[in-house]
């Protein structure tokens, strides 16, 4: 397949926001792909493989623009000044590329397999006389494409390809193309456990949907944790759970997914992204304390005081992710206990179709607790004041509140799904708005007075999953320290666009558009219904929900990916619940 029918096609998407369409044009050209399929796949995700692989597309700004450079013969200065008047490298590309054609040759004709490959070589080179192969590569691409091809094989290289589809559309697409409607719940399930979406294209396209049926949790590939659903109150919860569950800590750590199969061990986040490299302490620890052959445990790393036993928030234990030097000595200043509280795999078994308290049990009988590992503590319990004394017990041990579990056989493990199997009840619910909200950041404010040249506000949206889109909600702009203030510009300049972002849907207009990647935690006073946002404005006859008084916590959720942010229906929940006052 030529690469010029994959860059007409997102040319194409790029021009519509409408799920449906996006979807339909990503079906058809899915149709056309054929062996390349897999390659298309990964290259509409903007990526060259799933997560899980460690491959990162990537070539710094610096450099494509001396390749731009070299090709057009303008100087880096040049060069530079088109991206910060387009704010789209891949658009300062093409405008290279429309000279370039208008003076010199036609260019060749690129396949989808060559520009994948090129750009695996550029990704994966390393070492001495990496940089001038990556631009020579580069060059060669920008050379015998198109200003239409220049665009997209840019934006992917730069990590911004800008067509707003999530994975929930493309699989929506896949499911068009290759097979029906009433296979879309199982396709996603599958894509949960095995979240490869080359893999489920191409066993799609050969109609093995057996094999992606049967698809379950495997060793080494990381499996999108299961979430819960929230009610306010513990009476609700029993109602809601048959009067009768299991109910454990809620712990305020990092959710922490650790894989084990013949000796090896890897360690993943909620996000797919492997952590094994920022966690070698409880790497080592689980190799000395776990003796089965393989296995998949779920749990929360939470920091703690060797001293008093007393647990550190969230914000101590995020100073361990993403650090690349100084970790030992790191691991023995922040030590961390994880709290175990789900089994998924265990010695060639899926057990996530098993129910809850078998799980629980046989993961209580692989391991003796010890300083790095613990079960999460437990009451099974239908009594409403011996589980509001847990609740209570929960926060003075340090914890968030506490998470109630199903404990009929239907309590399977549901991978990257809310649903009323799991339900939280946290500290915050006695409170304001009832839980903190992790919400996208989708544009910025400038500053005024002491604010004055740097960001000032922040526009925020939540999630509507089913309309794949980021709804506004609030602006933000109380609960910033002066070093988050100062931070903010730095922090966002990657993601400036020119223009509103496809998958963004709003009626306010800020001063810089900022595409959907970074999620901030913040609370507020109440949810109220807003004639100027969109979050859940189709369900409420054209007003949307808003948070009152929204405040940033001071904790950034780099563990969460934007489209696991809050959704907008959680939103409508909550506003829900507030309009009742018999549900406080």
Request: charged share 25%.
């Amino acid at each position: 397949m030529l690469f010029s029918e994959v860059a007409e096609s997102f040319s194409r998407m790029s021009a519509t926001a409408k799920r449906l369409e996006l979807s339909s044009m990503l079906a058809e050209l899915f149709r056309k792909c054929g062996e390349d399929l897999r390659m298309v796949v990964y290259l509409v995700q903007g990526k060259l493989a799933p997560d899980f692989s460690g491959i990162e597309t990537g070539m710094a700004e610096k450099l494509i623009i001396k390749a731009l450079s070299m090709i057009s013969g303008s100087g880096e200065a040049e060069i530079t000044k088109d991206f910060v008047e387009s704010g789209d490298l891949g658009q300062t590309a093409g405008n290279v590329l429309k000279s370039r054609i208008q003076s010199t040759l036609v260019p060749s004709e690129l396949s989808v397999k060559y520009v994948f490959d090129s750009l695996m070589k550029i990704a994966t080179t390393a070492g001495p006389g990496s940089i001038n192969t990556k631009i020579s590569l580069y060059e060669y691409l920008m050379m015998n494409s198109s200003a239409s091809e220049a665009i997209f094989i840019t934006r992917i290289l730069n990590g911004k390809l800008r067509l707003g589809v999530s994975d929930a559309t493309i699989l929506m697409a896949l499911t068009e193309a290759f097979s029906s409607k009433e296979h879309q719940e199982a396709i996603e399930e599958s894509y949960n456990f095995h979240p490869d979406m080359g893999m489920i294209a191409e066993h799609l396209r050969e109609g093995d949907l057996d094999t992606i049926l049967q698809t379950g949790p495997e060793p080494m590939i990381p499996c999108r944790v299961m979430l819960a659903e929230r009610l306010p109150s513990v009476s609700q919860i029993l109602e809601k759970m048959g009067g009768k569950a299991a109910f454990e800590y809620k712990y305020d750590g990092l959710r922490t997914q650790i894989h084990m199969k013949d000796g090896k061990i890897r360690i993943f986040s909620r996000g797919n992204e492997e952590t094994t490299a920022n966690f070698p302490d409880i790497a080592r620890a689980f190799g000395r304390t776990f003796r089965c052959k393989s296995c998949i445990v779920d749990g929360e790393a939470v920091p703690y005081n060797p001293e008093t036993g007393e647990l550190y928030p969230f914000q101590v234990v995020s100073q361990r992710r993403g650090r690349k030097y100084s970790i030992e000595s790191v691991s023995q200043e922040i030590p961390l206990t994880v709290f175990l509280f789900d089994l998924i795999y265990l010695d060639g078994k899926p057990m996530n179709r098993m129910p809850y308290m078998e799980r629980r049990k046989r993961l209580g009988k692989l391991f003796r607790e010890n300083e790095d590992f613990k079960l999460a503590r437990q009451l099974v319990s239908g009594d409403e004041p011996e589980i509001t004394e847990f609740f209570h017990q929960s926060i003075a041990d340090g914890c968030e509140g506490i998470v109630a579990k199903n404990v009929t056989d239907q309590s399977t493990y549901r991978a990257g799904a809310r649903g009323w199997l799991w339900i939280k009840f946290k500290r915050d619910y006695q409170e304001s708005v009832s839980d903190t909200l992790d919400l996208v950041v989708i544009g910025a404010f400038s500053g005024h007075g002491k604010r004055k040249g740097r960001y000032g506000a922040l526009l925020m949206a939540s999630y509507n999953r089913e309309r794949d889109v980021y709804e506004t909600v609030c602006k933000l702009g109380t609960g910033f320290t002066d070093e988050t203030l100062e931070s903010l510009t730095r922090i966002f300049e990657p993601y400036i666009s020119r223009t509103k972002p496809a998958n963004v849907v709003s009626k306010i207009e800020p001063d810089f558009w900022l595409e959907p990647v970074k999620v901030m935690e913040i609370n507020g006073a109440e949810i109220t219904l807003s004639p100027v946002h969109t979050c859940c404005i189709e369900e409420n006859n054209g007003e949307g929900l808003a948070v009152r008084f929204p405040r940033f916590t001071g904790r950034w959720r780099q563990d969460k990916r934007p489209e696991q942010a809050t959704q907008s229906r959680e939103i409508l929940e909550l506003f829900q619940m507030g309009k009742n006052p018999q549900s406080r």
